[in-house]
């Protein structure tokens, strides 16, 4: 069974700072990775999402990489801003199947 | 090109109750799936629909129900409702007929979820 681990869990830093992200999942044998954003009370917003044939995706200062064989992906966020205060949530999906393994999140706070 | 709606964003609904909820895809895109959302279980799957078939389905119970139309459009239906239903409930849907092996193949895209309070 896919679990997806998270770490940290909440995460606070001034605004200014570049930051890492951390998901680990249990079964190598991906499909792909998704990376997504929540806002309080509101949907999932995609940001990346890499194919489990790549190694990194970037969408400005967004660049999420994908290590299949060891089971990780890290979400680097360049020059964070108040803005980008969020829960972020990475999520698997394994072959034949569209069902997305979600982690717990991470809560992250950027202060001005 | 408009993303996926949700409707009823907010529901108050009572224990054993029963309630309809409906999903939207982008046009285009022929996949749906349900989520729920809750503090202490975060995001569980719980169906998934292509072409008017359920494919996958979670770990619910058959109070859980759903199904999909020809348009792409879907409904999930929760029948004699429980407190511990009271989630935010999230469908996705992804084009599954993309360009396979490209950079953005099976993107998921989230609709803004509908709010259940069962008291």
């Known amino acids: 069974k896919q679990e997806v681990t998270q770490i940290p869990a909440a995460l606070s830093v001034p605004e200014g700072e570049n930051l890492v992200l951390n998901c680990s999942f249990t079964d190598s044998a991906i499909y792909n990775l998704q990376w997504f954003r929540q806002d309080p009370g509101k949907g999932l917003t995609s940001l990346l999402l890499?194919?489990?044939?790549?190694r990194e995706q970037t969408s400005g200062r967004l660049n999420a990489s994908l290590d299949k064989s060891s089971g990780r992906s890290t979400l680097y966020i360049a020059a964070s801003q108040p803005g980008d205060s969020a829960t972020y949530l990475c999520?698997?999906?394994?072959?034949?199947?569209?069902?997305?393994?979600f982690g717990k999140g991470t809560k992250l706070t950027v202060n001005p | 090109k408009a993303g996926v709606t949700q409707t009823p964003r907010y529901l108050i609904k009572t224990r054993g109750q029963q309630v309809t909820l409906s999903c939207s895809p982008i046009?285009?895109?022929?996949?749906v799936s349900w989520y729920q959302q809750t503090p202490g279980q975060g995001l569980q799957f719980l169906f998934e629909y292509f072409s008017e078939t359920q494919r996958n389905k979670g770990n619910f119970p058959g109070r859980f129900s759903g199904r999909q139309f020809s348009n792409s459009r879907s409904e999930m239906n929760v029948s004699t409702l429980e407190l511990g239903d009271s989630a935010l409930y999230l469908c996705?849907?992804?084009?599954?007929?993309?360009?396979?092996?490209?950079?953005?193949?099976?993107?998921?895209?989230f609709g803004p979820g509908t709010r259940l309070t069962v008291l």
């Open positions: 999520a698997v999906v394994q072959g034949g199947s569209e069902k997305l393994v």
């Open positions: 890499i194919q489990s044939s790549q």
């Open positions: 046009s285009g895109h022929r996949s």
């Open positions: 996705a849907s992804s084009s599954m007929g993309g360009l396979a092996g490209g950079p953005r193949y099976n993107e998921q895209f």
